[in-house]
């Protein structure tokens, strides 16, 4: 048994659920992870199967349920934004108690959604850098040699969020604890937002894009990091061009993955998101207006359709 044993609760075991309930299973905590009937009975029979080049590939046992039903020290919450109001009465507030809530969701609105139905101090945002994909329901591929997870929360207690990191990090990961909460969720925003959009509007990869389309690149990037200011976020536009330009030209983001497949996009969550905000802070943001205008309608309007 694990020194610190946990039990830890996965709201969606898709690609980021999956791969952490797994690892944390592995490293001998006890999970718990809620989804629909379909999925929860394939959990319960088969378990998760995980193939990564960095985690190896395993099987983990873990436990099932479509709801919770019981405390817990943690609750993961890795639904997409399209499937998260829908997936929330899974959680109810008052079941999970004490527990954090934790989010992986990329985006900068759900925590203080999220605030309004659990205790505000329990809510600890993550963020993620993984590549992962949920290939059918308990069967996980992770694909990238990193997964790092920067844990937050500024009105949590700073034990709990250590606990849960470190437990994380034995796991496999590499995560830690960062004190500022609207960096962390702006700084993974403001490098991905750019990015996820112009790769799905033109169904371009990476290297294509940051070639073809640099100038729209470039102020899409500047925008970005306006706003992200505004909001007391970082703001390195530079920055984040050099690192666009130092990643394999093949690079697709997720939500051109998203829009291959056919799913529904979070394109609310990630433009909707930036638009809503550079109105509030009055930062004009004209190119990431269009850009959002002409993915609304190819399936990114539909920000609300459960996946
Ligand atoms: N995947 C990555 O590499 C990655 C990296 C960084 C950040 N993120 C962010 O992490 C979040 C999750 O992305 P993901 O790629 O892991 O998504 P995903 O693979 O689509 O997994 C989502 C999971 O949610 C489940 N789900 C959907 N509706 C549900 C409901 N009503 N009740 C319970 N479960 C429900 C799905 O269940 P079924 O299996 O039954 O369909 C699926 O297992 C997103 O915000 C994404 O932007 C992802």
Redesign the pocket.
Known sequence: MVANELTVAV????????LLAALLSRAGHRVIC???D??ATVLRENGLQVRSGRFGDFTARVEADTELREPVDACLI????T?LD??LG?VPAAVLGDGLVVP????VEHPAALRLRYRPDRVAPAV???????VA??VIEHG?PFAEIDLTGDPVPRGRLDTLAAALDDAGPDAGVLDDETTALWAKMSFLAPLALLTTRYGLSLGDVRTTHRDELTALVTETAAISRACGGPGGPAQALARYDAFPPGMKS?MQRDAEAGRAL?LD?IGGALLRAAEHHGVPAPVTARVVRELTGTGGSGGET??
Request: avoid cysteine; hydrophobic fraction near 30%.
């Open positions: 709201l969606g075991p898709g690609g980021v659920g999956g809620l989804a629909g379909e999925t890795t639904v997409k934004h499937a829908a997936s899974r992986f969701l990329n985006g993620i850098r993984v590549e992962s994909t949920r329901p308990g990238s997720s979070e969550a459960p996946e």
